[in-house]
């Protein structure tokens, strides 16, 4: 949504404009631009600069496109481009990422120019119908003339602008220092940006075109002066939207590394710095079963709520989804950024009412120490990121500080995933069954099917480890499609050998029942494996129920109408009601 807005408003400016990375590749240009240089702006995107515009090569142009990108200092200066004989004023931004640049047709300006030089007739009908404001002073900078456009611009008739000074109409942020007066007496043209006064007392940013020229053996200096407060709202919101949230108006992962650097370069040698991942709890949960739209009023309550607790020095930003991170000066080191862990905490404690439900929404918190746990701001959240994990493992709602070992444990469970990849393949997984007995006649009446991994090297591995990796990769979705299968298969030959009939459960993630092929799945299960439908049950949890009320409640109808048994697991540890038992046409609690 934030580079549609971007796209937009880059297609509404007046001026043509491009923008390159640091390779001189195209990676935007808007239709004007495009169309400057004859090119589909669409098909110069990925292609460079000079590919695009050949012209440019051994052009003033690009030595200033090239001084920019190398110095990192924005520059501004106007110049003749031949292939359309059109005089052009440029400015180039340049950035971390790039340059960014911005032109337009000033042919007027100079027509009007070389007008004053070749009719004094002509110039006074051009000064007062330029769409600029006009200004003309003495070497005293006493104002001698003004066009229409700039006794409208600024609020003076023009007898009051002849009673005034340059220095009258600006508002002190400029010096006019000798070198100014050198290079134009050098006949150059200069392009400053000053803030302008109007009679009211308003100021107003803009682009000032200063020359001199000579009239009588006198000396005067001709300033256009063109009020760029648009263009400058629009700079501004498009670096608003490059640099923050657009939900909660947080600063973003591009402005975060910035800000968090800025926080290290100035601490003290004896102080820290602390920097946070917030995760919040169950915020999915929340998301499933109240919608997006209340999801996103959650976010920006608890982004106000976190902005209350941290100082104005501290940095907060949002990464995305229901991610935070807070950075602070600690005086006091690891005591300081526990107090600001607790009030962090303490914050989400209170009730925050979602379409009429008061809903605690906790978090958890990794916190690393700059400089004890790493000396670069990736090394930091990479620690606090992982501290983050260790406090939801640990029970959610708490915070933790990161310690060498957690990476080892990090270390550990990439390692899990990369084995867990090939393992269904490599046929290292097996099942192990649970009986269920009935307490009246201690017979067994069903057992319920549990995964178990049987890794080549470490034995078998808990299920604590791997089922939350396997959730999150979405290998959950194939293993889940096998577990189905060989409990069948397995229950089929136990009934055989008991000579009677025995129910089986089997678990069923939420990612499987998202699959819109998984009752056709289980339909192929029970034909394959011969058992009555009657003696399966699919376990399935709350979440998974409300994840998408409609597309579920039409997939367990299908599967109870196959006859399977469907149960509902650990029921109300979510934020469903009583009421979705009514939904769902479900056998067992």
Same mark, same amino acid.
């Given at each position: 949504?934030?580079?549609?807005?971007?796209?937009?408003?880059?297609?509404?400016?007046?001026?043509?404009?491009?923008?390159?990375?640091?390779? =001189?590749?195209?990676?935007?240009?808007?239709?004007?631009?495009?169309?400057?240089?004859?090119?589909?702006?669409?098909?110069?995107?990925?292609?460079?600069?000079?590919?695009?515009?050949?012209?440019?090569?051994?052009?003033?142009?690009?030595?200033?496109?090239?001084?920019?990108?190398?110095?990192?200092?924005?520059?501004?200066?106007?110049?003749?481009? +031949?292939?359309?004989?059109? =005089?052009?004023?440029?400015?180039?931004?340049?950035?971390?990422?790039?340059?960014?640049?911005?032109?337009?047709?000033?042919?007027?300006?100079?027509?009007?120019?070389?007008?004053?030089?070749?009719?004094?007739?002509?110039?006074?009908?051009?000064?007062?119908?330029?769409?600029?404001?006009?200004?003309?002073?003495?070497? +005293?900078?006493?104002?001698?003339?003004?066009?229409?456009?700039?006794?409208?611009?600024?609020?003076?008739?023009?007898?009051?602008?002849?009673?005034?000074?340059?220095?009258?109409?600006?508002?002190?942020?400029?010096?006019?220092?000798?070198?100014?007066?050198?290079?134009?007496?050098?006949?150059?043209?200069?392009?400053?940006?000053?803030?302008?006064?109007?009679?009211?007392?308003?100021?107003?940013?803009?682009?000032?075109?200063?020359?001199?020229?000579?009239?009588?053996?006198? /000396?005067?200096?001709?300033?256009?002066?063109?009020?760029?407060?648009?263009?400058?709202?629009?700079?501004?919101?498009?670096?608003?939207?490059?640099?923050?949230?657009?939900?909660?108006?947080?600063?973003?992962?591009?402005?975060?590394?910035?800000?968090?650097? @800025?926080?290290?370069?100035?601490?003290?040698?004896?102080?820290?710095?602390?920097?946070?991942?917030?995760?919040?709890?169950?915020?999915?949960?929340?998301?499933?079963?109240?919608?997006?739209?209340?999801?996103?009023?959650?976010?920006?309550?608890?982004?106000?709520?976190?902005?209350?607790?941290?100082?104005?020095?501290?940095?907060?930003?949002?990464?995305?989804?229901?991610?935070?991170?807070?950075?602070?000066?600690?005086?006091?080191?690891?005591?300081?950024?526990?107090?600001?862990?607790?009030?962090?905490?303490?914050?989400?404690?209170?009730?925050?009412?979602?379409?009429?439900?008061?809903?605690?929404?906790?978090?958890?918190?990794?916190?690393?120490?700059?400089?004890?746990?790493?000396?670069?701001?990736?090394?930091?959240?990479?620690?606090?990121?992982?501290?983050?994990?260790?406090?939801?493992?640990?029970?959610?709602?708490?915070?933790?500080?990161?310690?060498?070992?957690?990476?080892?444990?990090?270390?550990?469970?990439?390692?899990? +995933?990369?084995?867990? @990849?090939?393992?269904?393949?490599?046929?290292?997984?097996?099942?192990?069954?649970?009986?269920?007995?009935?307490?009246?006649?201690?017979?067994?009446?069903?057992? /319920?099917?549990?995964?178990?991994?049987?890794?080549?090297?470490?034995?078998?591995?808990?299920?604590?480890?791997?089922?939350?990796?396997?959730?999150?990769?979405?290998?959950?979705?194939?293993?889940?499609? =096998?577990?189905?299968?060989?409990?069948?298969?397995?229950?089929?030959?136990?009934?055989?050998?008991?000579?009677?009939?025995?129910?089986?459960?089997?678990?069923?993630?939420?990612?499987?029942?998202?699959? $819109?092929?998984?009752?056709?799945?289980?339909?192929?299960?029970?034909?394959?494996?011969?058992?009555? $439908?009657?003696?399966?049950?699919?376990?399935?949890?709350?979440?998974?129920?409300?994840?998408?009320?409609? @597309?579920?409640?039409?997939?367990? @109808?299908?599967?109870?109408?196959?006859?399977?048994?469907?149960?509902?697991?650990?029921?109300?540890?979510?934020?469903?009601?009583?009421?979705?038992?009514?939904?769902?046409?479900?056998?067992?609690?």
């Amino acid at each position: 949504k934030s580079q549609q807005q971007m796209q937009i408003m880059l297609e509404s400016i007046g001026d043509a404009f491009f923008a390159v990375d640091r390779a =001189w590749r195209v990676t935007y240009a808007n239709r004007k631009a495009g169309h400057f240089v004859n090119v589909d702006a669409s098909l110069a995107i990925g292609r460079n600069l000079l590919e695009v515009a050949p012209d440019l090569q051994g052009s003033p142009s690009l030595a200033f496109y090239q001084q920019a990108m190398e110095s990192g200092v924005a520059c501004a200066f106007e110049t003749f481009w +031949e292939p359309s004989s059109t =005089w052009v004023e440029v400015r180039a931004y340049p950035s971390e990422d790039g340059l960014a640049v911005y032109f337009h047709d000033i042919n007027f300006k100079h027509q009007a120019s070389q007008a004053l030089q070749k009719s004094e007739h002509r110039f006074r009908s051009l000064f007062q119908q330029a769409a600029d404001s006009i200004v003309i002073a003495d070497r +005293e900078l006493r104002i001698v003339a003004a066009n229409g456009r700039a006794c409208s611009n600024f609020g003076y008739t023009e007898a009051e602008f002849l009673q005034l000074r340059v220095p009258d109409i600006d508002s002190g942020s400029y010096l006019y220092t000798p070198d100014l007066e050198l290079a134009l007496a050098d006949g150059q043209t200069q392009l400053l940006r000053i803030t302008k006064r109007r009679k009211d007392g308003s100021t107003f940013p803009a682009d000032v075109h200063i020359s001199r020229f000579e009239d009588g053996g006198k /000396e005067y200096f001709q300033a256009l002066i063109r009020d760029v407060t648009e263009h400058e709202e629009t700079q501004n919101r498009l670096r608003e939207l490059a640099t923050h949230d657009t939900l909660t108006g947080l600063p973003n992962r591009a402005l975060l590394g910035e800000r968090v650097q @800025r926080l290290f370069d100035t601490c003290p040698a004896d102080a820290t710095v602390a920097t946070m991942f917030l995760d919040l709890d169950r915020f999915k949960e929340v998301n499933d079963s109240f919608g997006h739209e209340f999801g996103d009023v959650l976010l920006c309550e608890v982004a106000a709520r976190l902005r209350r607790v941290i100082r104005p020095t501290d940095v907060i930003a949002r990464l995305g989804g229901d991610e935070f991170v807070i950075a602070a000066h600690c005086a006091n080191g690891k005591n300081a950024a526990a107090r600001i862990g607790e009030k962090l905490l303490d914050v989400l404690t209170a009730p925050i009412t979602i379409a009429g439900h008061d809903v605690i929404i906790g978090a958890s918190i990794g916190i690393s120490l700059y400089p004890s746990d790493g000396k670069s701001k990736e090394q930091l959240f990479q620690a606090a990121d992982t501290a983050m994990y260790r406090a939801k493992a640990a029970g959610r709602n708490r915070y933790r500080f990161f310690e060498p070992e957690m990476a080892f444990a990090t270390r550990e469970r990439m390692a899990l +995933e990369t084995s867990l @990849r090939p393992a269904l393949a490599r046929g290292e997984f097996e099942l192990h069954y649970q009986p269920r007995i009935n307490l009246r006649s201690m017979e067994m009446v069903g057992v /319920e099917a549990l995964l178990r991994w049987n890794h080549p090297e470490r034995g078998l591995v808990s299920p604590a480890q791997f089922i939350p990796i396997a959730e999150e990769t979405g290998l959950i979705v194939p293993i889940g499609r =096998w577990v189905l299968f060989e409990a069948c298969m397995q229950t089929q030959r136990l009934m055989r050998e008991f000579g009677r009939e025995i129910c089986v459960s089997v678990n069923v993630s939420a990612r499987q029942l998202a699959q $819109p092929s998984f009752a056709g799945e289980v339909r192929q299960a029970l034909r394959e494996s011969g058992i009555a $439908p009657h003696c399966l049950e699919l376990e399935l949890t709350e979440s998974a129920l409300i994840a998408d009320i409609e @597309r579920t409640a039409l997939m367990l @109808r299908e599967l109870h109408e196959l006859g399977v048994k469907l149960a509902v697991d650990d029921f109300g540890t979510g934020y469903s009601s009583l009421a979705y038992l009514r939904t769902f046409p479900i056998d067992v609690l």
